[in-house]
Structures are given as C-alpha cells and as structure tokens.
C-alpha cells in the first residue's frame, strides 16, 4: 500500500491520533464493563478474616470450544475451595490460610497458556498451580511447571501422553484417557459379546487415546472391530463416516470428542438412517445439555464419566476401606456449588476440579509445609478418599486409584449403569431406540 | 451398503450440501462480480446470518426456511451499511477499482472480520448452538434423504435463479450489470454509480446473511462464533472456481466443493477430502483462472 | 549497493534492540518472558513485510510458514533428541524451501487471488498434517527440553536484529526501487529491467525463512505444537495487523506494530480474553481507511524533519 500523497498538518495528526486512543480505550472499556458488570458472574463466597492466603493459580476456558465444560470445572473449584475456607481453612505450622484462586480465561486455545501461566507465576506469585482444562491446554501447561518447580494438578488433562514426559511436578486427578471406555467395552463384552463395534473419534490427543486404548481393549477381550476411524475437529459433516460403519456391519459406535461432537454424531444418525443398537460417547454425554439439544434421541446413550453425584463415597464408605477421608460429601459439595456459582448443577467436570482443590488442600496440611518440594512428596504417596472418589498417583503422577463410572439417559435423567458396585440400582438398557 | 451404493449416497448429499455451499457463496461472487471488492469479513456475515435463524427460531419457532427470508431483510440493511462505511469513499470518484483501494479494502475488511467475530464471542459466548428443524427423510430404494437438505438445496437453487432472473430481466438488474463492466459509461446514461454499487452489496449481503440461515440446517450443532472461519475460505474458493462475477459460477463452483468434500470420504479420509477439496484451488488458478465457466 | 550512509532509524533500532538485550540480563525471568514473545511477533512481523509490506502481495496464509518451523524444531528435538538450535535452523531452512515451491506456483496469481491461495493452502497443510500419526495424534507434539529462557531469548533477538537489517538494507537499496516499482505498478517494473518475478520470490522466500524461524522459536518457547492452533489464521491475522499498524514496508514499522500489538493485549488478556483481537480489529479497520501507511507513515506526514529522520 502506497501513501496517500498528502501533507498532514500537525493538528490533524493530533486529532487523528486522540481520536484512536479514544476509541481504543472506550472500546476496551466497554467490553470491560460489559464483562464484568453486565454478564452473568459465579459468585464468590466471602473469606473469614484474619488469615493469610495461600495463593492457587490457573487458566480455565471461560470463553471458546471448551466454555461449557470450563465453566462447570471454575464453578467446582470455586465450590471445593469456599468449602475449605469455611470449614477451617488450610492449617500449616499452626497457622491457618484460606485458598485464594488466581485465574484467567484462557479462551480455550493453547496460544494463550505459555503467557499466562508465565504472568501466574512470575508476577501474580501463585504459590500452587492446577492445570488448565483439556489434556490439550493442560500438555501445553505443564512444562511452566516444571520450568518454575510448582505443583500442578491436572484436573481436566487425562490423555495419557501427559505422564509420559518425565514431568515431576504434574499429577492427575482423573482416570487418565486410555480407561475411559472400559466400563463400556467391559459390559459390552460381558452382555453382548457378539456385537461388532466401531469406532469414531475426533483427531485431538485426548480423543484419539481415549478411543484408540478402547479399540485395542476390545480386541483383547474379544470383541470384534468393524470400524475405526477419526475426523478433524472441524468436520460438520459426520453423515460419511457414519453411513461407513454402518455399512461396515457395526451394531455399536463409541467415540466422539468434547461436546460439539458428540452432539452431533447423535443428530446425525437419524438422517443417515443408523440405530446402533449401543452408543458410548466422550464427555459430551453427561452434560445436561446434550439431553437439552437432543431431547429424545439422547435417551439411552451412555458416556463414561468420572463422577457423578450419585456415586457413593462418602465417610463412611472410606472407613470401610481403611483409607482417610478429606473434604465435603457429596450433598455438601453439590449445596456449596449451587449457592457459590452461577453455572446450573455440576457435571463431572465440576467434581475433578472441585477434588483437585481438595487433594492439593491436604497434601499441604499432611505435609505441614507450602514448599513445593515437600508438598509434591507428599502428594506422590497419598493415599485418600473425597467425594470425588479415590486418590492415589502412580510413579509417573498419572492417577491409579480413582475408578470410572458409565453412565446413560433414561428416562430424562442421567443415571449411572456401571460398574455394579457403584451403580446403586441403574443398569444399562439395550438396544438404543433413536428418537 | 455395498461399496457403489455408497458412492452414489455420497454424490447425492455431496450435491445437496453442495447447494447450500452454493447459495452461502454468492452473496460474495455478486459483490466481487460488481463491485469488486473481495469481503474478507464474508464468513462473518455467514455466521451472523446463521446465528439470526438460530434466535429467530429461538423465540419465534421460525423454521431456517423461514428465517431466510427474514435474514435477507436484515442483510440488505447491513449491506448498504456496509458500502457506506468501507465502499463509498474508495469507489466514489475511481473508474476501477486500483491496486491501492483493492489492499486496503482487504486489509479494512479483515480488521472488520476480527472485530465481528470477537464481538460474537462476547455476546453470544463461544457456546455452540444449533437448530432442530427435521421434517422427516425421504427414502429412493436404499437412498435416505433428509428433507430438510433437499428443501434448503432447493431454496438454494431457487435463490441463485432469482437473483440470475433480477440481473438479467429487470431494468434495474442491467444497470448492475452495465456498472459491473463499465463504471463510467453507466454514470453517462444517467445512473448514479453510488446508488448501483450499495444496491449490489445490499443484495449479496441479503443473499450471503440468508445462506447463513440455510447453512444451519447442516451444521446442526455447529452454530459458533468463529465459523466464519472455515465457511469463507469455502466460499473464496468457490467463485475462482466458478469464475467471479459469473453468478451461475456459484452453484458449479459450489457443486463442484460439495461433491469433492462428500464423494471423496467414500474413499479417503475427511482429512484428505477437505485437504483436496481446498487445493482444487491451485490447479483451477494456475490453468483456468477466469473459473470454471465459460 | 547501498544509496546513501545508515541514518538515524537503523542506529535507532539498534538502541531499541541493546536495550531489549539488556533487560533480558538485568531485569529477571519474569520480564524476559514477557519480552520473549514480543520479539517473536516482531520476528514474525518482519517476516510478513517482505512479501506483504514491501513487496504488496498480501500473505493471509503467512502462518503456514511458521507451523513449518514448529512442526520442524518439535519432530526435531522429540524424536532425535537435537539442540534446539539445530530445529531454529531446520525450520528456516524448511521456510525458504516451501516458500520457494510454493511461490513459484502462487505468485503469478494477481493481488487477491494470491492471498485467496496462501489461505487455501493453510487450510489444506492443517488436514494434511493430521493425516500422519508421525505428527502426533491431532497433530500434537510435546517438546520436554530443560528450561533455557536466555538460549531462547537471544536466539529470537539474533534473528530479528538479521531481519531488522536486512529490512532496511533492502529498503535503501537498489533492490528496494525494484521492490517499490512493482507495488507502483507491477506491468511497468519489468520495462525497466527489474525482474519482478524473482523479486517477488525473494521477498516470499525471505518471509518463509524467517517465519520458519519464528515459528521454530515459538514451539521451543511454549514447549510443544499442537496442530489445531499452529494453523490458527489469528497468527497471520497478527502478523498482518502489526505491520499495517506499524507501517507497511517500512524498517521500523514491524517492531513499532509489534510492540503496539503485543504490550497492551498483554495486560488486557487478563481482563477481557476477547478485548485484544476487539481492539486491534478496530485500529486496522481505521489505519486500512484512513492511514494505510500505518502510524511511521503518519508520523512522517506530519512533521518535515521526522519524515527525513523516519523509515
């Protein structure tokens, strides 16, 4: 582009400039007012005086692809941490602490965690670090941590390349990725060991392990594949694919990817004309909204979840077992998420998050200390039981001691089916019936 | 399905979507065509469009039929609002449009893009949401057709048609026309440029906001703020395709995307399907830039 | 080669450049982290106006040439276990070849038609790459390196102060009339014995080296690639943003654009996500309209002696 062949007077200059700037900075101020003062906000509980804070700090996905699993993740958190600061806080050396949470939206895009998990760090001096939510983002995050030495607990990244890296600071919370569908694939096999499968995922690290590790499951147990095959992530029409398997002879599909996708693998099977006679689909199943945009056709579609608030751990379950109990029940996380945030009732994202709090909460009272070193220890040998279920990391930090649960829409309401000893009465109806 | 009968369902839904694809790029191919400017906030529109069917259908059950025209409407405001913003100083006093005013309509219009796209976010969250409209399925021996894509390839059609009929039949239409080959010749048979030139973004701004609408009978759950992204490359690639200007290059061009995309899934990966389809570009570009048309 | 002496904008940037040098040693990690990735978008800046800025060619698809770098250093360093630097140079080197393969083909299109093909290709490059599980599954590759901030500073430093140079050596040299000639009138330059075609390549392979470099850089300082976001259009969408901002064509253009893009959107990140790509949509709407050749272009206009001084 060429200049225009003008000579600018100084005070045109002056006024073009001021003119920018102004627009600028109304423009950002609008935006900001807006954001904060007009949209809905979670509301934050009050924290008792007179207490120092231990500082945890993190990006969620308040904005982008992942908005609706992060906001249910940044209201559990908000829950588990207004628990503890109500319920005596953190006590270290005699003193006690309240947990004060340091995050941004971190759009859902993986640009943005190098910088802002550098601003955490460096300049806000978090002290304790959760990972953001996607084993994509949380991939993208862990390295911070262990260039800066902070404990991070990955509560939404269960991909298990993760543990694979060496990394000493990063431990999972949730079952990792490759143990998603094995509920599924475990009564598939116990109940319909005939059927033939396929699988269809989205082309992102945490699909991609989730169903790969399924479809090498199911062949060790017997089962036999039809279809295997996945899509980018910004494919709008799965219709191929599904006409695929169907004509490759498959009576059962798992797969999927975050929400959007699952979504839309159920809408489209109706005009390709497939009724798999079982579905399992990746994280978009146990969101109410996915009951909510399918209506009918989300009924008997099951999802592997990591909790639910049906489970049943509670105190008395963990004395049981003879393993320590720390943190809210179930009821008492579910009514201090409800009246701390604005984001409807806690799926398992809210459940992770929230028992990430709660994990890293007693590692620093069991270890006495906020150093990271002494608290990463401490971590790497707890053992306990939340309401989120079991905790226990192995060598590498990926979790080894919390179970999966399968889940499926009966009837308007999400009930969970499996594994039997912690599926209080549901059990999995077959075959799926469509809309 | 056999292997053939597989083929053939694909090329049927690769022409059905391909009609939608059609109609979402000729709002674009008749601004280009005219006035020759190249709208980088095209997906925008698209998106904005779709995101009108989906409140329209929220609060007032409208079907993306319906709300097509309804979007129309809206888009034929934007668009004289859009020439007036960024058009009208750049073409007021130019016979052509020249290398300087083509940048900074791009560069202006790729700024317009990130800001309505972001704005998008802000206001609608990045939350994606999606239309229920499913009338049924028609069945041809083992060939299931939704109703919906046929109803909306139709109106696809039909929308290309009309504007083919407004240009060449109506008075009003050659004028366009004439302003499209010869600035200053139509200025001396009396038309007022400025007055030609909004009417045509208007109306590819009509066209372009009710494709969105009809688009979001096939991205059922896709309704997103940054599906501009993807669905403006389409449509660029589209009109080369056809030939700029051209105002059936539309639907060839869309055809063409549409049966690529689906047909080639039958044998591939999607991965390589839509990686195919989006090179077609190169060779069309590199042997027959003035499109496929005559 | 060269017209005239070095004046005062190149001694200017090198002022600039010592002082960046110089708060990466003194002021602590926390700050040259955040300076890290303002010279990476200078790099890529400078990049983009080789093909874009000097030459007016306009690159939408300029992020290609930076997930080649990161897609480059990431295989590089994950699965042979090389010095990083070694992956800087591969994906320079991989930059200037596809850029060279590339151009050949592309750039005989005219004005939109070249820019409506560098996105085609972007498009096309991301499904391509995750077709191959040697790429990661979607794409992802994680790169566990030790914590080498310094290393990765002055490794991007190194090469914006070669880009910084080179931009303004071919500005003031007979090469920059060349450059000049085609963006006046491309039909013309080749009657006076300019050779716009591999001028054009030039300028296209330079910006594919160093966005190569960028690009490498980048997934060296954020520690992986993940193929979703290494073909994010917003990266172009920046790259564009800076320079048309800053200055089209211009030497200091690219890193003014860059500092301007950069340093707000870095406090405005924590407050509104969304803010900074808001914002800077409106100013290139309002420099595209009404100041095409950016702020440096402005500030020339508007006063005599900084119009000698300014390039």
């Known amino acids: 582009m060429q200049a225009k062949p003008r000579r600018l007077t100084k005070r045109t200059t002056v006024i073009i400039a001021v003119v920018i700037v102004a627009i600028v900075i109304a423009s950002g101020g609008g935006t900001y007012y807006y954001i904060n003062y007009v949209a809905q906000r979670p509301i934050t509980c009050t924290l008792p005086s007179g207490r120092d804070a231990i500082k945890v700090g993190f990006t969620i996905s308040l904005t982008g692809t992942f908005n609706v699993e992060g906001a249910k993740s940044l209201a559990g958190i908000q829950a588990a941490a207004c628990w503890i600061n109500n319920n005596g806080g953190v006590t270290v050396n005699g003193k006690t602490y309240n947990i004060v949470l340091n995050y941004y939206d971190d759009q859902s895009s993986s640009a943005q965690i190098s910088t802002l998990y550098t601003k955490i760090i460096t300049q806000d001096n978090a002290q304790f670090l959760l990972a953001p939510y996607s084993s994509g983002l949380t991939g993208a995050a862990a390295p911070l941590a262990e260039q800066y030495n902070l404990v991070m607990l990955s509560h939404g990244g269960s991909s298990d390349s993760i543990w694979t890296k060496g990394y000493k600071n990063v431990f999972g919370i949730l079952s990792p990725a490759s143990t998603y569908f094995n509920n599924a694939v475990d009564w598939l096999k116990a109940n319909?060991?005939?059927?033939?499968?396929?699988?269809?995922?989205?082309?992102?690290s945490f699909s991609a392990a989730a169903s790969g590790a399924a479809s090498k499951y199911a062949v060790q147990q017997g089962l036999s594949v039809v279809y295997n095959a996945s899509y980018p992530a910004t494919s709008q029409d799965l219709s191929t694919q599904l006409t695929a398997a169907q004509g490759a002879g498959a009576d059962d599909l798992l797969g999927g990817g975050h929400f959007a996708d699952g979504v839309k693998i159920v809408q489209q099977l109706s005009p390709v004309g497939w009724k798999p006679k079982f579905i399992s689909l990746l994280v978009a199943v146990t969101e109410p909204q996915f009951r909510q945009q399918l209506g009918d056709s989300a009924n008997l579609v099951t999802g592997p979840s990591q909790w639910e608030t049906t489970v049943t751990y509670s105190?008395?379950?963990?004395?049981?077992s003879g393993i320590p109990w720390y943190g809210p029940t179930e009821s008492q996380f579910v009514d201090y998420y409800s009246k701390q945030a604005n984001a409807g009732s806690p799926t398992y994202h809210s459940g992770e998050a929230g028992a990430a709090i709660i994990v890293l909460a007693d590692a620093i009272q069991k270890a006495n200390s906020l150093d990271s070193t002494a608290v990463r220890q401490t971590i790497s040998s707890l053992h306990i039981m939340t309401f989120f279920g079991q905790f226990q990391v192995d060598s590498t930090g990926k979790q080894s001691g919390h179970s999966m649960v399968l889940v499926q829409w009966q009837n308007g309401g999400l009930v969970v089916v499996a594994p039997a000893i912690v599926a209080a009465s549901g059990t999995v109806k077959y075959p799926y019936a469509g809309s | 399905m056999v292997a053939a009968e597989l083929v053939v369902r694909d090329l049927v839904f690769g022409l059905l979507l391909g009609c939608v694809f059609s109609v979402v790029a000729h709002g674009?191919?008749?601004i280009w065509g005219v006035v020759k400017v190249v709208n980088i906030a095209h997906g925008e529109f698209i998106m904005l469009g779709a995101y009108g069917a989906y409140f329209l259908n929220l609060f007032a059950g409208l079907t993306p039929l319906e709300a097509a025209p309804v979007d129309a409407a809206i888009g034929l405001l934007v668009g004289y609002a859009f020439y007036y913003t960024f058009l009208h100083r750049e073409l007021r006093d130019k016979e052509t449009i020249t290398l300087q005013s083509e940048m900074v309509t791009l560069a202006a219009t790729f700024g317009l893009s990130l800001f309505v796209?972001?704005?998008?976010?802000?206001f609608f969250t990045g939350n994606p949401v999606g239309v229920n409209y499913n009338p049924g399925t028609l069945q041809f021996g083992y060939l299931r057709v939704p109703l919906a894509a046929l109803y909306v390839a139709i109106l696809s059609v039909l929308i290309i048609?009309?504007?083919w009929l407004f240009l060449e039949r109506t008075f009003i239409g050659s004028t366009i026309r004439a302003y499209a080959q010869d600035v200053t010749a139509t200025e001396l048979v009396g038309a007022n440029p400025a007055k030609v030139a909004s009417l045509a973004t208007a109306l590819g701004f009509a066209v372009t906001m009710a494709g969105g609408a009809l688009l979001t009978v096939w991205v059922p759950v896709g309704i997103n703020p940054l599906m501009g992204a993807l669905y403006a490359p389409i449509s660029f690639v589209i009109v080369v395709l056809g030939g700029p200007g051209k105002m059936w290059g539309s639907l060839v061009g869309g055809l063409t995307l549409g049966v690529v995309i689906d047909l080639l899934q039958a044998f591939t990966t999607a991965q390589i399907a839509y990686a195919a389809a989006f090179l077609i570009l190169i060779p069309v570009l590199v042997f027959r830039p003035e499109g496929l048309l005559k | 080669m060269m017209i005239e002496k070095p004046g005062l904008t190149l001694y200017g940037l090198f002022i600039v450049m010592a002082l960046l040098a110089a708060a990466a040693l003194l002021l602590g990690v926390a700050v040259s982290s955040i300076l890290v990735l303002l010279l990476i978008y200078a790099a890529l800046a400078y990049s983009i106006n080789f093909i874009t800025g000097m030459i007016g060619y306009v690159d939408f698809g300029h992020v290609l040439f930076m997930a080649i770098g990161s897609y480059a250093l990431a295989t590089l360093v994950s699965y042979y276990g090389a010095n990083p630097l070694l992956g800087v140079g591969l994906g320079a080197l991989l930059g200037l070849v596809f850029a060279l393969g590339i151009g050949l083909v592309?750039?005989?299109?005219?004005?939109?038609?070249?820019?409506?093909?560098?996105?085609?290709?972007?498009?096309?490059?991301?499904?391509?790459?995750?077709?191959?599980?040697?790429?990661?599954?979607?794409?992802?590759?994680i790169v566990n390196l030790t914590f080498q901030p310094l290393a990765t500073y002055f490794t991007i430093w190194t090469i914006v102060l070669i880009e910084i140079v080179l931009t303004y050596y071919v500005n003031r040299s007979r090469i920059g009339f060349g450059i000049r000639a085609i963006r006046n009138e491309e039909d013309a330059a080749s009657s006076v014995g300019v050779s716009p075609q591999t001028l054009k390549l030039t300028g296209y392979m330079l910006g594919g080296l160093f966005g190569g470099a960028g690009g490498a850089v980048y997934a060296w300082s954020i520690s992986g690639v993940t193929a979703g976001p290494a073909f994010d259009f917003t990266f172009s969408l920046l790259m564009l943003a800076m320079i048309i901002i800053g200055g089209v064509g211009t030497s200091i253009g690219p890193?003014?654009?860059?500092?301007?893009?950069?340093?707000?959107?870095?406090?405005?990140?924590?407050?509104v996500a969304q803010a900074q790509p808001l914002?800077?949509?409106l100013l290139v709407i309002i420099m595209a309209l009404f100041l095409p050749d950016g702020i440096v272009g402005l500030l020339r206009r508007s006063d005599e002696r900084l119009r000698l001084v300014l390039e």
């Open chain 1, 192 to 204: 319909h060991p005939g059927d033939k499968l396929a699988f269809l995922h989205a082309d992102d």
């Open chain 1, 315 to 320: 105190p008395a379950t963990a004395q049981t």
């Open chain 2, 28 to 30: 674009l191919n008749i």
């Open chain 2, 117 to 122: 796209s972001n704005l998008a976010i802000i």
């Open chain 2, 161 to 163: 048609t009309g504007t």
């Open chain 3, 106 to 141: 592309i750039l005989r299109f005219r004005g939109v038609y070249f820019a409506i093909a560098t996105v085609v290709l972007v498009l096309a490059a991301y499904n391509i790459v995750l077709q191959f599980p040697q790429l990661g599954a979607g794409g992802e590759i």
């Open chain 3, 255 to 271: 890193l003014l654009g860059a500092v301007v893009v950069y340093i707000p959107s870095y406090f405005l990140l924590t407050t």
């Open chain 3, 279 to 281: 914002i800077i949509g």
